[in-house]
């Protein structure tokens, strides 16, 4: 069977610089040094504001960076068995420091949403022109519970009625060692409805808009989350997963769900590849970073889209020899035309009705057969 391949252009091979270049005129810089790390920053598009996650601060900055608020968000008393609504005084808590997991603007209510590890991950709704002000705390488990695990927030159109209603998108990896994360969905959507504001937007008795790694397999196959975004109809998620339940190998795959779908019967992945053929076929195989755009009219062409159509930037990197999902210093940049991405998936999903391969997600249930469907 011929492979069909994803990957387009593979624009550079970036080898560790020795020397970081510096940019010829600083025009304005900004810097806490009582703030050792940065998480996340959002500008708005329609004032300029820039907003920045850090631990134990969130910021706000005039489009000129200069120091509007600065809001002390921790470190603060808390434990992994501390559930999201209360934390009884039996339990032995600790100064933790609180790291910002996501930071999203709403322009729909022009508020921004800042999520922190503390309390099991929750998330408080602050006002874009002042985010110390009337400032709400809502008590859901939302994001990672830890300051390494993964992240990925982004508000798209989603159920009850998608185009017209959004609703935020979230990817977490699953933390060991609380007794609460089991209900905390690898993948959900979240309602930004203010009666019911971070639940999960559609729910029923087993199925819902949220998806759970099987409790079998989560403690051994951590998904790390590294990008989401939106495009025509879907929400997708990259990934870094290990190639089955039982390997030592890593990958990076695309998460998909239909913006439709009340049930997330849509879930579907695909393996995103990297590959050098300059390199005689040298694969990255773990995406670090990524970014949705437009092309511009030169690559557009090259990969036979309009300058309208969506262009996903991809940096990945090679497995480090000895541990095998930490990155090795080399990196490589491919570009993917989102036309080609849904090719793929429909070429899978097609696949799959007509009886080849297996249907993958071994770890939310085993992997079956895939089984022909009569079409009419
Ligand atoms: C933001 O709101 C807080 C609380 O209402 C207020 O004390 C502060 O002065 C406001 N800051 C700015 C820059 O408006
Ligand atoms: C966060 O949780 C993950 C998964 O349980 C674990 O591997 C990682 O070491 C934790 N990080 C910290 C800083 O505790």
Known sequence: MKRASLFVVVLAVVVAAAEAAQPKEIVKTFSDPKVQTFNHLVVDKNTGRVYIGAVNRLYQLSPDLDVVISEVTGPKMDSDDCSVLECNTGINKKLTDNVNKALVIDYTTTRLIACGSLSQGICTVRNLHNISDGTREVREAVVANNATAS????????????????????GVTFTLGSPYRSEVPAVSSRSLDKDKMFAIAQTAVTTGTRMFVNSLARERYPIMYVYGFASEGFSYFLTIQMKHTTSSQYISKLVRVCHDDENYYSYTEIPMDCISEAQGGRKYN???????GKAGSDLASDLGITAQDDVLFAVFSESDPV????????????VYSLKAIRRKFMQNIKHCFSGKGQRGLDFISPSLPCVPTVST
């Not at 773990?286 to 949705?292: D, G, P, R, T």
């Open 151 to 170: 992240t990925v927030a982004f508000i798209a159109p989603g159920p009850p009625i998608p185009p017209v209603s959004q609703v935020m998108y979230v």
């Open 286 to 292: 773990l995406v670090q970073a990524a970014y949705v």
């Open 323 to 334: 541990v095998a999902n930490k990155p090795s210093e080399l990196s490589a940049l491919c």
